[in-house]
């Protein structure tokens, strides 16, 4: 399923049913071959249990893919491009800029760093 929000895509796995402990009853079969009205005394009906399964209700269990749908994926390349457009620019930028001779003391600083020299 793919959704127009831009959510990632599921697939339903499966449909359960809850169901509550069974309950079982006794029913009495209709025997064709006996007349109901001239029933005689020692007759014993047959009789069948019936397990009834009581519904509770449903739930469906769903796995999300974390696939990106068409959208997502086309302004995450957007994105992309502004700033690798922006990273080009900036280094052409940095490039023409010409070099001044620094007033700090790199080579007094260095030293101090990793001798402690002063």
Same mark, same amino acid.
């Given at each position: 399923?793919?959704?127009? $929000?831009?959510?990632?895509?599921?697939?339903?796995?499966?449909?359960?049913?809850?169901?509550?402990?069974?309950?079982?009853?006794?029913?009495?079969?209709?025997?064709?071959?006996?007349?109901?009205?001239? *029933?005689?005394?020692?007759?014993?009906? *047959? $009789?069948?249990?019936?397990?009834?399964? *009581?519904?509770?209700?449903?739930?469906?269990?769903?796995?999300?893919?974390?696939?990106?749908?068409?959208?997502?994926?086309?302004?995450?390349?957007?994105? *992309?491009?502004?700033?690798?457009?922006?990273?080009?620019?900036?280094?052409?930028?940095?490039?023409? $800029?010409?070099?001044?001779?620094?007033?700090?003391?790199?080579?007094?600083?260095?030293?101090?760093?990793?001798?402690?020299?002063?």
């Amino acid at each position: 399923m793919k959704s127009s $929000t831009g959510s990632a895509t599921s697939k339903p796995e499966a449909t359960f049913l809850l169901v509550a402990p069974s309950s079982t009853d006794t029913e009495i079969l209709v025997d064709p071959n006996i007349d109901k009205e001239h *029933i005689p005394s020692s007759y014993r009906p *047959i $009789t069948k249990e019936v397990k009834t399964t *009581i519904k509770r209700g449903s739930y469906t269990s769903q796995k999300f893919s974390g696939e990106w749908t068409l959208r997502q994926k086309n302004l995450v390349q957007e994105r *992309i491009s502004k700033l690798l457009s922006a990273i080009i620019e900036a280094t052409k930028t940095v490039n023409d $800029t010409p070099t001044m001779e620094s007033n700090l003391a790199t080579e007094k600083f260095l030293r101090y760093i990793f001798y402690g020299n002063e």
